[in-house]
């Protein structure tokens, strides 16, 4: 197929940057949509031109490293799949496709189409995880057993991927889905439960300083998911942040 | 005479690492604080590494390529993580994982490390419980556990196909807690591009920003090598497009000697290349073959009815199918380690029976897994066990709830449904057994510098078995590194902090600018993609599943051609202070084709099959890896100035706790 | 107080009050239509409610000050809420589809809200300002059967009626989607009740509205 590319340019950081048109031929739709990419560049290079930056790294859909708004969706049209594993098969020949950075004040521009994510590591930072150590002396796996519905769904919230798909999708660009599955995550499980209080304090204290937006329960985040992370995260986590706010000791 | 000292401890096996570890130095908490510690790589090894070295009061280093240590290519791994608990009371102990992982490993690794492995191994699945890593679990609520290649107990953990996510995501965590402790200093984006020794002791590296090019010094007392494996040197692999070997060349290139580079894991069930454009391959866990059978046609015909579409594989009937695993390994059947299965699945298409359009592929069917499964849960709920329909509906649930996230996997990329037809399947480079020398406190031939995870050699020979990575890594990362690299660092609770001016740093950040400048500014012609794959398809038909001397010979005229035209004529568009991929790319290509070399070399020398390794001049009469007793060592190769002229030393391997037999699985 | 404070200039304490404040004006509007029914059945029964809630000093000086804070606030923090969601994209998208993953009701609340505000602004020209007027500026003598008069004197003008349908339309597209939302901000999601708190919400949404203009259209018509 031929495509007609629209994609953002953006030099660095402080460039303005603007949607420049590439015209691509020769695309099979077996191709991955970064495979595409990559065919571009490649061409890019032979004419002595800067190829475009993207961010990507396993191309199996489990980094969460791959990001791209493609014609207005996180990860392009298709659903429950990551940018590396659209192929192009969703396309047809003569589309015009516009590729575009992960947008949100928190995820500034890096290169083109690259974005720094790193407000996700400082909230991760603020209490994605248990505190404890790695004595090799903590109690035998099987001691505490957990209903296995409940662990079922801590595995659920578990599988995010960090990919940034819900804060670029949501018209408000809130981190809420993302947040609330670590949150989540923690709080199904008896290990996680005892600073669940402080957890989930520390960290929608962090996701705010962080500028994201506001949760409106819009519900886009868990349609682009490409892990189908499920809105009941967000509640319970609203519940946990309330329970929390009110009866912490601090 | 060798050189090598493995430093492994006396006393009888099982005591050794007890004893070890009562002897060794200790640091005081207090001294610990003035020590430094730099770890290169954030996957389940480095990590792990990270975190618990910050909890015992280091001042950790930690550096990754990625955005976010969360990303390394360890969250791929799908199935399982191995540990003997026993629980499911089949018989497993600390004696049959490490039995069962040096059988595996074709008797090629170091006793004493897989030993203190499989010691460890169950003290990880408490801790990563502990970090709130939902494992899956049976409805009484405890750990299940599922069954893996070349072994005959259920002992591998999983949290569905993403195992590798949830543990990577428990040492993130880990990490987290020590990052905003201060502890851990984390620099994202940042790739280490030479090792600083100074008066013989590794003592920083130097690493470029790869947001602002900016090229920094970094100081420590030791340094950690966490990179991983160097799979991409075959361009395709299922590892990550960034995965490099470039921290483990660096390191070679300084001294440090590198093992067994030929011992390449090919894993058997990844998914068929569809074309020229293909940037990666993707595996299909090793779990599917719990339930999926491997088979082609049996008849030549049919096999060219389905290359032209006429036939369908559901249309070919069960006595018409060759389920050559269950035919060649009765025991092991479909659960044969990945070498056999390679192997198998090559010989197969070799000789024409392959089911796609290129030749290169085998089916991997769940239709009597999901029969088996129906009519099963037909039964609990007392339901018609001979409603057909019902039973493959009931089936298609069970098998979508232990691998859904595979077959969806399968369905984006091939664009067929598992559930409906056989999966097409074909071996692809996934893991290589090989890597930086180690002693038994994990330190390389460089004092003060480590290698864990993938990036050392010691633990698997020359194959691994499925789910043991993440085991080793975590067992490096957790519980190897953070005793033994105290042996070394009580000797440093006085040097204090390691200045970076002086003039080793000068000179090793003055090469790192000057091949960089000489990148930017080579008016060549050809993307660093073009001589990536060209390197790659040399090593994969030539360096590959199967090798011999001729082949082996050619490769490495060819890959020395292929370097030189490489540096002649590369072009590498954009400049060196900026964000420029393309540059990041060319320093590891570059890094690849030497290793590439020596890979090649290594490959020559062992006149032998062996794991991994075959070699077509050794087999048996029935086409199996024949293994020669004379090859019963670890090659370590000295750098010496050009790959070509390695020096290779011999670490002699012994086996006093395990009978060195024929690798058998029939 | 400080940690009160802090709770509620949260992101997730703004939406709960948020969420509070909707379903205390849920709750208004079910009663406000309650009492707006009974004049299709009964003038009598109209006018009785009306001075009931008119003059009750409970209902007077404690539940109408509530409400007016519940709908100022509603309002403020909505615009707040608007105005910093807005802020955290500052570069926008050349393309962006909005509708491929969610309802157009979530995605224009605010639209949807300064409809009703509108309304609000007519409705007390309409009726509570010159109440207000009638009892606390002018202190005129209360008088029991006033109100079904003054009710369907209104619904005479068809523009007035044009204007009331149009926003109770609004109204109903807000309610679609604040009723559960308001939900699932308060954390009550449990996947037993929350099918059923998503479908009463639907119903909720449409009827209340729906009947609204059922007794604008209804007095336009028999007056």
Known sequence: MKLKLKIWRQKNANDKGKLVDYDIDGVSGDMSFLEMLDVLNTQLI??????????????EGICGTCSLFINGEAHGPDRLVTTCQLHMRKFNDGDTIYIEPFRAKAFPVVKDLVVDRSAFDRIQHAGGYISVNTSGNTQDANAIPINKEHADKAFDAATCIGCGACVATCKNSSAMLFVSAKVSQFALLPQGKVEAKQRVLNMVEQMDKEGFGNCTNTGACEVECPKGISLENIARMNREYLAASFTSNT | MTVLNSRVPEGPLADKWTNHKNKINLVNPANKRLIDVIVVGTGLAGGSAAATLAELGYNVKAFCYQDSPRRAHSIAAQGGINAAKNYQGDGDSTYRLFYDTVKGGDYRSREENVYRLAEVSANIIDQCVAQGVPFARDYGGLLDNRSFGGVLVSRTFYAKGQTGQQLLLGCYSAMNRQIARGKIAMYNRHEMME????????????????VTGEIERHSAHAVVIASGGYGNVFYLSTNAMGSNVSAAWKVHKKGAFFANPCFTQIH??????????????????????????????KKMEDVKAIREGRLKPTQIAEEDRDYYLERRYPAFGNLVPRDV?????????????????????????????IQRYGKEQAHIHGLDENDKDLVKKLGTEVVKSKYGNLFQMYEKIVDQNPYETPMMIYPAVHYTMGGVWVDYNLMTTIPGLYAIGEANFSDHGANRLGASALMQGLADGYFVLPYTIGDYLSADIRTGKIPTNLPEFDAAENAVKEQINGFVNNKGSKSVDYFHKRLGKVMWDKVGMARNAEGLKQAIEEIRAIREEFWKDVRVPGAANEYNEELAKAGRVADFLELGELFAIDALHREESCGGHFREEYQTAEGEALRRPEFQYVAAWEYTGNPGEAIMHKEPLEYKNIEVKERSYK | MSWLKKTFSSSIGRKFSMALSALFLLLFLLQHFVINFSSVISADAFNELSHFMGTNPLIQFVMQPILMFAVVYHFVMGFVLEAKNNAARNVKYAMYKGGANASWMSRNMIYSGLVILGFLALHFYDFWIPEIAHKYVRFEEPDATRYYGELVEKFENPMRVALYVLAFVFLALHLTHGFQSAFQTIGARSPKYFPFIQKFGKIFAIAIPAGFIFIAIFHHLTA
């Open chain 2, 268 to 297: 058997p069930t990844c998914i068929p290349v569809s074309g020229d454009h293909q940037s990666k391959l993707t595996l299909m866990s090793e779990s599917l073959r719990n339930d999926g059978r491997i088979w082609v046609p």
């Open chain 2, 341 to 369: 299965a390679s192997r198998a699945a090559k010989e197969r298409c070799d000789a024409g029976y392959g089911v796609n359009a290129t030749g290169e592929a085998v089916y991997l069917d769940f239709a009597s897994a």
């Open chain 2, 195 to 210: 090792l600083v020794i100074v008066d013989g002791k590794a003592r920083g590296i130097i690493a470029r920003n790869l």
């Open chain 1, 46 to 59: 032979e004419k002595g031109e800067e190829p475009v930056a993207f961010d990507h790294d396993c191309r």
